[in-house]
């Protein structure tokens, strides 16, 4: 960033600031002259000496060096690597204050950006033990020192900070992550080299089944080989015997990616399963699926109450998944169409549907917007729309296509405000009513907004 005439501070100075707010990332915000300075772990109402840390035009970066105030939403942190690394920004605040502060990332957005004040937003969903909800953890693997390493990237790097506990994730997964790693190190297997390109293993993946146990490994390699395979297996195994499925992906792209296209099944079939309000599911290990499956289920239950089904609906699942939301509805709705663009996890879908005697429901592998948009030339009508897009929110060309459409009623399950809120504006403009938004928190300690909105058509 470049220093400017018009910024107050510059780099390393030493500041005594007063926390005025939380940016949606939730870092605390102060300001000298006017200026906007970004802190991590501060909170409003704090007062706080401060050393800046980076300056731009319009904003900067301060570091927090001693807090001379303490809020009371401020509670005890667990370990500071996990705000450095991004996993647990909200972690120094109270529970019900992250709440509080979701709700308000909705309402500020849905004034700000679509501009709808007078719409009933209630308070956020919580959870009873915000801690240890993740059913999935992707653990980059570096070589720290002379030592095979798993851990988590500082933010906006790739410098591995070693952790053996994640607080976040199932506790059964963080042990499970040491075991591979251990036997990783056991047969010399070489860890991924980012800058040389050279090395093996690249991330190690574990899925648990909430209410199954059951457990995927995934090993992301750089190449296909990974020796010694055949004793890997059965140390694996041994040592976690709840793992039915171990699947070697290999992805030898210089990206950020994680996963590559070629998949290799060392161990069962690529899935294992879990369920959800009753139901089974089989999840490959490219399939999406919810993190928080208790959260999941009160979210899906908002989902069902909004849709208020009596049997003879026609409705359109877009962004389906493995069609959990699909099959949900599928129990009061006359037929439900799945749309998703991901093929395994389409797969998927037809085999959940079959496995759970479902059979008014029909998947749709494709793009949703461009699905969407055939359908409507065709004149195919819904009574309900539910779409659960990811972070970037709805294509154009999908809005238009349900304005075409003009279904009844519309639910959007939205994983990101400010998008929704783009959204919304363009769907109110279209004609529809938007009634209510029920966030939901789905990922505690983070700063991640889940939400579901409902929206009527007027006549
Ligand atoms: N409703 C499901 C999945 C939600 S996540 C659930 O609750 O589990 C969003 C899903 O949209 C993912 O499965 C992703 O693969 C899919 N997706 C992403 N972009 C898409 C697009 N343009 N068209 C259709 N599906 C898409």
């Given at each position: 960033?470049?220093?400017?005439?018009?910024?107050?501070?510059?780099?390393?100075?030493?500041?005594?600031?007063?926390?005025?707010?939380?940016?949606?990332?939730?870092?605390?915000?102060?300001?000298?002259?006017?200026?906007?300075?970004?802190?991590?772990?501060?909170?409003?109402?704090?007062?706080?000496?401060?050393?800046?840390?980076?300056?731009?035009?319009?904003?900067?970066?301060?570091?927090?060096?001693?807090?001379?105030?303490?809020?009371?939403?401020?509670?005890?942190?667990?370990?500071?690597?996990?705000?450095?690394?991004?996993?647990?920004?909200?972690?120094?605040?109270?529970?019900?204050?992250?709440?509080?502060?979701?709700?308000?990332?909705?309402?500020?957005?849905?004034?700000?950006?679509?501009?709808?004040?007078?719409?009933?937003?209630?308070?956020?969903?919580?959870?009873?033990?915000?801690?240890?909800?993740?059913?999935?953890?992707?653990?980059?693997?570096?070589?720290?020192?002379?030592?095979?390493?798993?851990?988590?990237?500082?933010?906006?790097?790739?410098?591995?900070?070693?952790?053996?506990?994640?607080?976040?994730q199932d506790p059964k997964i963080d042990e499970a992550?040491?075991?591979?790693?251990?036997?990783?190190?056991?047969?010399?297997?070489?860890p991924y080299n980012e800058k040389e390109n050279t090395g093996n293993l690249r991330h190690i993946i574990v899925r648990r089944g909430y209410y199954t146990g059951e457990m995927m490994i995934v090993l992301v390699t750089r190449t296909a080989k990974l020796f010694p395979v055949s004793k890997i297996i059965p140390d694996i195994l041994e040592a976690l015997p709840e793992v039915v499925s171990i699947v070697q992906n290999v992805n030898p792209t210089r990206t950020n990616t994680i996963l590559g296209e070629d998949a290799i099944v060392l161990h069962g079939e690529d899935k294992y399963t879990d369920t959800l309000l009753g139901k089974t599911y089989e999840i490959s290990h490219r399939s999406f699926y919810q993190v928080n499956p208790t959260q999941t289920e009160k979210l899906y239950n908002v989902v069902l109450d909004y849709a208020a089904l009596t049997g003879e609906e026609t409705v359109i699942d877009a962004y389906s998944g493995i069609g959990t939301i699909t099959l949900s509805l599928a129990d009061k709705a006359k037929h439900v169409y799945g749309i998703e663009s991901v093929e395994p996890a389409v797969e998927n879908a037809k085999a959940n549907a079959a496995l759970n005697h479902v059979d008014n429901v029909t998947f749709e592998a494709g793009l949703a917007e461009e699905v969407m948009v055939e359908w409507s030339k065709e004149g195919r009508k819904a009574d309900?729309?539910?779409?659960?897009?990811?972070?970037?929110?709805?294509?154009?060309?999908?809005?238009?296509?349900?304005?075409?459409?003009?279904?009844?009623?519309?639910?959007?399950?939205?994983?990101?405000p400010a998008t929704l809120a783009r959204d919304l504006a363009l769907l109110a403009e279209g004609g529809y009513t938007v009634e209510k938004?029920?966030?939901?928190?789905?990922?505690?300690?983070?700063?991640?907004?889940?939400?579901?909105?409902?929206?009527?058509?007027?006549?």
């Open positions: 960033m470049k220093a400017d005439k018009t910024v107050p501070v510059q780099k390393n100075e030493k500041h005594t600031v007063k926390i005025e707010d939380l940016t949606h990332e939730g870092m605390g915000v102060a300001k000298i002259k006017g200026y906007p300075l970004f802190i991590e772990d501060a909170l409003p109402g704090e007062e706080m000496e401060v050393k800046i840390h980076k300056t731009g035009k319009s904003f900067g970066y301060a570091k927090s060096m001693n807090r001379l105030t303490s809020s009371q939403n401020r509670v005890e942190i667990k370990d500071a690597n996990f705000t450095r690394a991004g996993i647990t920004p909200l972690q120094h605040m109270h529970y019900p204050a992250q709440l509080a502060f979701k709700k308000e990332q909705v309402k500020k957005v849905i004034k700000r950006i679509a501009k709808l004040p007078d719409v009933k937003i209630f308070d956020t969903i919580g959870m009873a033990e915000p801690w240890g909800y993740r059913n999935k953890a992707q653990v980059p693997v570096r070589k720290v020192g002379e030592k095979l390493m798993t851990g988590f990237f500082r933010r906006n790097s790739h410098d591995l900070i070693p952790m053996e506990d994640f607080y976040i992550i040491l075991k591979v790693r251990d036997i990783m190190r056991t047969y010399n297997v070489k309900l729309l539910v779409v659960d897009p990811p972070r970037k929110g709805l294509e154009g060309q999908f809005i238009d296509a349900v304005l075409e459409m003009k279904p009844t009623k519309m639910i959007y399950v939205s994983c990101n938004i029920q966030p939901v928190d789905l990922f505690p300690q983070t700063n991640h907004v889940e939400s579901v909105t409902l929206l009527t058509l007027k006549d």
